[in-house]
T-cell receptor, first 111, second 110 residues
Framework: DSGVTQTPKHLITATGQRVTLRCSPR?????VYWYQQSLDQGLQFLIH???????AKGNILERFSAQQFPDLHSELNLSSLELGDSALYFC??????????FGPGTRLTVL | EDQVTQSPEALRLQEGESSSLNCSYT??????LFWYRQDPGKGPEFLFT???AGEEKEKERLKATLTKKESFLHITAPKPEDSATYLC???????????FGTGTRLTVIP
């Protein structure tokens, strides 16, 4: 158990809908990262937050957004969902530049 | 262009048959190379971090090494429970995020 929690574990929804994925980092970690893992693309970095502020963006679509709250939990919002958004979404946390520890992931299925 | 390439894509070993997985990288300003293990449908589990050429880390049957162009994950006398996908990732330049390879899927047959 990495200490990073993610909810929900599974999410099934329809095209065009909007969902919110939640992540709670390990105690004491100020950084939260979001990654997407699909069968054909491997693990891709989406976005990084540090202590409530956005630090870096990767291959994140404009339909996706994230935020980190004062209690350090983070949410990833995915809107206008398409079939191709079906994937595993992982959150990771770290102490600044230290090792990133990953959560169990949320499996999103868009029908 | 920054790249992380893992080989082989898949590897089948008999229990007890030692082997190595390769991660080659062409990145500017390497600031850490990471090895993770991932079981199907689960999150990546941290194994090792290597920072400079010549560095080695060991944990049970696994040993990771780093040169200026590649890293190896050596598996000694593997057991079926070592079956998983092994991911290599790098942190580079001014970024904090990890850039992952596509992994090596290891199967250890009893």
């Amino acid at each position: 158990d990495s200490g990073v929690t993610q909810t929900p574990k599974h999410l099934i929804t329809a095209t065009g809908q909007r969902v919110t994925l939640r992540c709670s980092p390990r105690s004491g970690d100020l950084s939260v990262y979001w990654y997407q893992q699909s069968l054909d693309q491997g693990l891709q970095f989406l976005i990084h937050y540090y202590n409530g502020e956005e630090r870096a963006k990767g291959n994140i679509l404009e339909r996706f957004s994230a935020q980190q709250f004062p209690d350090l939990h983070s949410e990833l919002n995915l809107s206008s969902l398409e079939l191709g958004d079906s994937a595993l979404y992982f959150c990771a946390s770290s102490v600044e530049l230290d090792t990133q520890y990953f959560g169990p992931g949320t499996r999103l299925t868009v029908l | 262009e920054d790249q992380v390439t893992q080989s082989p894509e898949a590897l089948r070993l008999q229990e007890g048959e030692s082997s190595s997985l390769n991660c080659s990288y062409t990145v500017s300003g390497l600031r850490g190379l990471f090895w993770y293990r991932q079981d199907p449908g689960k999150g990546p589990e941290f194994l090792f971090t290597l920072y400079s050429a010549g560095e080695e880390k060991e944990k049970e049957r696994l040993k990771a090494t780093l040169t200026k162009k590649e890293s190896f994950l050596h598996i000694t006398a593997p057991k079926p429970e070592d079956s998983a996908t092994y991911l290599c990732a790098v942190r580079m330049g001014g970024a904090n995020n990890l850039f992952f390879g596509t992994g090596t899927r290891l199967t250890v047959i009893p």
